[in-house]
T-cell receptor, first 114, second 115 residues
């Protein structure tokens, strides 16, 4: 069965610093991969998704992620953190075929200090 | 475009009581999902509808949870009787269809506290 592992339940960065949130997936077939962001007391919002068209995916708010099959990874990055990026980030995986069933990781809370 | 609407936003009940949550998906979205998000965990799919039919309810505790989607639009999720471990945020989401790369749009959720 497909799954994702997010390393680090909390990541702290300073404003202006690089953001790196890690996600590794497990899937017997090539997956679709997603990053969602959740602000306090809000639902989840899609940041970006990998659907095999390109390994480097650009999303909203300056985030991007690179699909690396050899490392089974889909890490999320942003060159320069902003205070408004403080939120919880979830990596998710689903399969090509059948109905979409998103399987989420446990999430990483990003803390941004001035 | 209006998003996914959920109500109520918050609910506190005693164990063994019943509770119901309501969801109105984005207009035209055929697929509707209910997720349970326990504090400190990622959302877990409880049930998925395609129009008004259930396509996946493998993780729904059917002895106490039930859900329906009336006329393929609005949906309700019910818990009866509630247990302490049901305390969580219940998220409703919808998407145009059920293909694997379709974006799901989420509501703000209902935070349930069982005391």
């Amino acid at each position: 069965a497909q799954s994702v592992t997010q390393l680090g339940s909390h990541v702290s960065v300073s404003e202006g610093a690089l953001v790196l949130l890690r996600c590794n997936y497990s899937s017997s077939v090539p997956p679709y991969l997603f990053w969602y962001v959740q602000y306090p007391n809000q639902g989840l919002q899609l940041l970006l998704k990998y659907t095999s068209a390109a390994t480097l995916v650009k999303g909203i708010n300056g985030f991007e992620a690179e699909f690396k099959k050899s490392e089974t990874s889909f890490h999320l990055t942003k060159p320069s953190a902003h205070m408004s990026d403080a939120a919880e980030y979830f990596c998710a995986v689903t399969l090509y075929t059948g109905f979409q069933k998103l399987v989420f990781g446990t999430g990483t809370r990003l803390l941004v200090s001035p | 475009e209006a998003g996914v609407a959920q109500s109520p936003r918050y609910k506190i009940i005693e164990k063994r009581q019943s509770v119901a949550f309501w969801c109105n998906p984005i207009s035209g979205h055929a697929t509707l999902y209910w997720y349970q998000q326990i504090l400190g965990q990622g959302p877990k799919l409880l049930i998925q509808f395609q129009n008004n039919g259930v396509v996946d309810d493998s993780q729904l505790p059917k002895d106490r949870f039930s859900a329906e989607r009336l006329k393929g639009v609005d949906s309700t999720l019910k818990i009866q009787p509630a247990k302490l471990e049901d305390s969580a945020v219940y998220l409703c989401a919808s998407s145009l269809d059920s293909s694997a790369n379709t974006e799901a749009f989420f509501g703000q959720g209902t935070r349930l506290t069982v005391v």
